[in-house]
């Protein structure tokens, strides 16, 4: 692996009088491994001064149909996706309503969307990073004559097509999950493939990238500086590709078609969503692409029926940090106080994407911050109470309902929006992001913490309905 040293210093402060968090909300319990809510205050109207990106449905149900187009291929390329015909999708399965809180089955249904079960690449990233790659090689394939009319896509799997594609080069920058949808699949295809990776990036991730074949550089810096870096070699070379975590349409339209499977999955089970049935969904939170791409998606679908809310990490909460500074462009966290220092490296990011955040100004219900300590807690509840085996950072998904239902923040929230009299009939979906590809005892090892830190913690009961 390549490794180069990178000096780092925070940026210096944007906020002045404004230094502090604005955070709303109220500890559920008077432990340290509580939730914090904060209530958007544009959410359902019209963000003044907004300009919404140039992002339609149309362009994600095209990303759809370009997944579909690729399913053959895939099904060949990796057999694990024989069962489900070359679609690269995860099941939505009950969750005890005890992991998020005693008591908590009498505000509602919950669910996991068990991201973390995604084949191949194990996490949310899935969807966006296989669309963009994909949208490459169909892009590379039609220039240069591998695709004729009436070709199915699994002439791509031929050694003419691997020839050509192995001439181009496709680069990221991530923290790691990213990383994996992208150098698993550009791999796969033939493609040279090189993830730039950041300080968080875990050492497991690392390794998993290079038995695919991928190229991976390692940097002692943060995120935002390993995107930088990939950014700049990409730029040199004319038959690279450079995935862009924070700016690219390809990316959130590939997250974006989640929405609409779950809307099949939802009426496969016969779940409702309407005014009398709403539905709150919690996703953690990066950069924003994925849970933006989700959340544009269900908001389409669903309209003013569905909540969305996105967890942060206290120590990394950017997409909070520019929800509450709307008018600072590129604003960081290192400006509001934090130092990126989390357990929860998927989300371990200091600039929210300038992408998606106008997207979310309105949709957005509100964002939630856990501390490494209750994702800690919740890995271990959910694999002891639930069977399921996450990463930290999918984790942290859990605290979501916890907030809205254990704060005065969310008390207020439900009956302003005039929720409350409906909650016995509300769903909520914890969305897990990551995790079923971790090595055992890397997650042992999480999985004890958790256990060691629950036996500290105190009851959080609901007061919200």
């Known amino acids: 692996m390549d490794q180069q040293a990178i000096s780092r210093k925070p940026a210096p402060s944007a906020l002045s009088s404004q230094g502090k968090l604005l955070m709303l909300g109220y500890l559920c319990d ?111 394939a039609l220039k240069h004559g591998l695709l004729k009319d009436g070709d199915g896509y699994e002439v791509l799997a031929s050694s003419m097509a691997r020839d050509c594609f192995a001439r181009y080069e496709v680069v990221v920058g991530s923290t790691g999950n990213l990383g994996m949808s992208i150098g698993i699949m550009s791999a796969a295809l033939g493609f040279q493939a090189s993830v730039h990776m950041s300080a968080e990036a875990k050492e497991w991730k690392k390794r998993l990238l290079c038995s695919h074949g991928v190229i991976v550089h390692e940097y002692p810096g943060d995120y935002g500086q390993a995107v930088a870096i990939g950014r700049e070699q990409a730029s040199g070379n004319p038959l690279a590709h450079f995935v862009d975590d924070e700016k690219s349409t390809s990316l959130f339209c590939g997250y974006a078609v989640a929405a609409l499977r779950l809307q099949r999955q939802l009426l496969e089970l016969n779940v409702r969503v309407d005014r009398e049935h709403p539905l709150f969904v919690y996703i953690p939170c990066g950069v924003g692409g994925a849970p933006g791409g989700v959340c544009y998606g269900l908001k389409h ?58 997207l979310m100004r309105t949709r957005l219900a509100g964002m939630v911050v856990a501390t490494d300590e209750r994702m800690l807690v919740d890995l271990w509840q959910l694999k002891s109470m639930a069977g399921l085996k996450v990463e930290p950072s999918a984790a942290a998904a859990v605290s979501g309902p916890r907030a809205l239902l254990c704060t005065e923040a969310g008390r207020q929230y439900l009956q302003a929006s005039g929720l409350a009299p409906f909650m016995p009939a509300v769903n909520h979906i914890v969305w897990t992001t990551g995790g079923t590809l971790m090595p055992a005892d890397e997650f042992d090892r999480l999985l004890a913490q958790g256990q060691q830190l629950a036996s500290q913690s105190l009851a959080c009961e609901p007061s919200a309905a």
Request: charged letters at 20%.
């Open 30 to 140: 008077g432990s340290s491994q509580s939730a914090k809510l904060w209530i958007n205050p544009e959410h359902g109207g019209k963000a003044v001064g907004v300009i919404d990106v140039n992002i339609t449905i149309n362009d994600v149900l095209a990303a759809e149909q370009r997944l579909a187009r690729f399913a053959p291929l895939l099904e060949k390329l990796f057999p694990e996706l024989e069962k489900s015909n070359g679609i690269v999708e995860s099941p939505v399965v009950t969750l005890p309503a005890d992991v998020v809180a005693k008591g908590a089955g009498s505000y509602g249904h919950f669910w996991v969307k068990a991201d973390h079960q995604l084949a191949v690449a194990g996490s949310v990233k899935a969807r966006g990073g296989f669309h963009e790659v994909l949208e490459f090689a169909e892009g590379v």
């Open 301 to 358: 679908v669903f309209g003013d029926h569905v909540h969305c809310f996105f967890v942060e990490p206290e120590d990394s909460s950017c997409f909070l940090v520019r929800m509450q500074h709307p008018d600072a462009e590129g604003i960081s966290i290192y400006d509001a106080g934090q130092h990126n220092k989390t357990i929860a490296d998927g989300l371990a990011v200091p600039q929210a994407s300038e992408l998606v955040y106008p």
